[in-house]
């Protein structure tokens, strides 16, 4: 069966990095695009972009750029988000989620669960 | 940028009785790539409905979607208590896909 499991909490001080890691099973992983949705807390999901797993181009939301950076390690079939220069206001729900058909144009039905990460000094 | 405006903000409800969802874009939605999700405290969204109106695998009949263009609808037929839940409609029709604020289903 298909499953994203993603790394665990992380409690980060401002300034510096995180990576998270969504490492995937049951799936021919290049076939189907990642996406990653940020929610923050009592927010409603908010999509960050995706990364083509077949060629590793990602494309970024706006308000994601610079600081966010999508990854893969297709000999593990696992996607990575890194943030760097980590602010407050990065503290939030970060899931990966997997689309439905191997097409762009398709909604995400396969999602890990989830990844917290707060900034606090 | 898509906007996506539900309504209305909370539903209070009683188990066996309809739920009616809506969802208004701010432009059309190309091919009616309009998805409805349900969430639960501490779960990641759960796919319930895609291309307006088809169901996911696994969702039971009692959810229905409908509409297109700018104007979309979830239908709850009847309140089983595991429905009690927010719901978010979301456009992947085009980039940036976005989502709606979220309905909020409550036991009344």
Redesign the interface.
């Known amino acids: 069966q298909v499953q994203l499991v993603q790394s665990g909490s992380e409690l980060k001080k401002p300034g510096a990095s995180v990576k998270v890691s969504c490492k995937t099973s049951g799936y021919t992983f290049i076939n189907y695009a990642i ?1 990653w ?1 940020r929610q923050a807390p009592g927010q ?4 960050m ?1 995706w990364i083509n797993t077949n060629t590793g181009n990602p ?1 970024y ?2 308000g994601f750029t610079g600081r966010f950076v999508f990854s893969l390690d297709t000999s593990v079939s696992t996607a990575y988000l890194q943030i760097s220069s980590l602010q407050a206001e990065d503290t939030a729900m970060y ?1 990966c ?1 997997r689309v ?1 058909n191997p097409v762009t ?5 396969y ?4 990844t917290q990460v707060t900034v606090s000094a | 940028e898509i906007v996506l405006t539900q309504s209305p903000g909370t539903l209070s409800l009683s188990p066996g009785e309809r739920a009616t969802l809506s969802c208004r874009a701010s432009q059309s939605v190309t091919a009616s790539y309009l998805a409805w999700y349900q969430q639960k405290p501490g779960q990641a969204p759960r796919l319930l409905i895609y291309s307006a109106t088809s169901r996911a695998t696994g969702i039971p009949d009692r959810f229905s979607g409908s509409g297109f263009g700018t104007e979309f609808t979830l239908t709850i037929s009847r309140l089983e208590p595991e429905d009690f839940a927010v719901y978010y409609c979301h456009q992947y029709a085009s980039s940036p896909r976005t989502f709606g604020q979220g309905t909020k289903v409550e036991v009344k």
């Open positions: 996406n949705v409603g999901p908010e999509w972009g494309t939301a706006q899931y989620a439905l144009t398709s909604p995400c039905v999602w890990g669960q989830g």
